[in-house]
């Protein structure tokens, strides 16, 4: 969810983020563990501090976020890909973490503790039931954005396509001859795209269109023979 990019950006603020969450799910699962209540006190506001850590990170990341530029060529194109999915997995986490915070206080702590006795946040699957949901819920979209990154990143093939069709926009936008590409339909009509260079060279009067169809009629004419 925090990938770097390609330019050399350091991975230590990454390490940092994904230590504090860990060491904070760490913290939730020692809850059982604790012999008092002062040390469960204690090791739950550890847990939920370096929880908070996220957010900081997910703020610099989106002020990060806008001096990426969308880009046109493919490794431009792969940056700003890895960037949108990136801060979407980074606000997934925030949010769905969140979400599960506040089930733990209110069917594990607050629920218990203050209301009725035939409620549901009493009820001893209710944390489970909660949470479960939750974390299914993420997955699934956990999994979305990973698939997606994948095609628009990873895919060799999909990559490969992308290199061709640069490659191709290339030569079709900056060649200096002027590019037709005619097809016929089954009625006999021909329709006819000129590359941007013809608009050029006809402003510059370079060419006209009549020595154009002139050319394209003699080339057709050619092939017939």
């Known amino acids: 969810a925090d990938a770097p990019d390609r330019r050399g950006y350091k991975l230590l603020p990454a390490y940092i983020c ?19 209540i002062v040390l469960w006190i204690a090791t739950l506001s550890v847990s939920f501090l370096l929880y908070l850590y996220i957010f900081f990170r997910l703020r610099y990341k989106q002020a990060r976020f806008q001096n990426v530029p969308t880009g046109r060529r493919l490794d431009q194109l792969e940056i700003y890909h890895r960037s949108v999915i990136s801060l979407r997995l980074l606000v997934t986490c925030a949010t769905g973490w969140s979400f599960l915070v506040i089930m733990y206080f209110t069917f594990s702590i607050l629920g218990p503790l203050f209301a009725p006795e035939d409620s549901f946040f009493r009820h001893p699957a209710a944390p489970m039931i909660s949470e479960a949901f939750v974390d ?21 093939g999909v990559r490969a396509k992308r290199r061709l069709e640069e490659l191709r926009q290339m030569m079709w936008d900056n060649s200096s001859d002027v590019l037709a590409i005619s097809v016929e339909s089954l009625s006999g009509m021909v329709t006819t795209m000129v590359s941007p260079t013809f608009v050029k060279m006809l402003r510059q009067g370079k060419v006209t269109t009549e020595s154009l169809k002139q050319e394209m009629e003699q080339e057709t004419g050619d092939r017939g023979m």
């Open 18 to 36: 994904a230590a504090t969450q860990g060491i904070s799910t760490l913290g939730g699962l020692m809850f059982p563990l604790c012999p008092n």
């Open 136 to 156: 299914v819920v993420l997955k699934v979209v956990y999994m979305t954005y990973i698939v997606e990154m994948h095609e628009k990143v990873f895919d060799e």
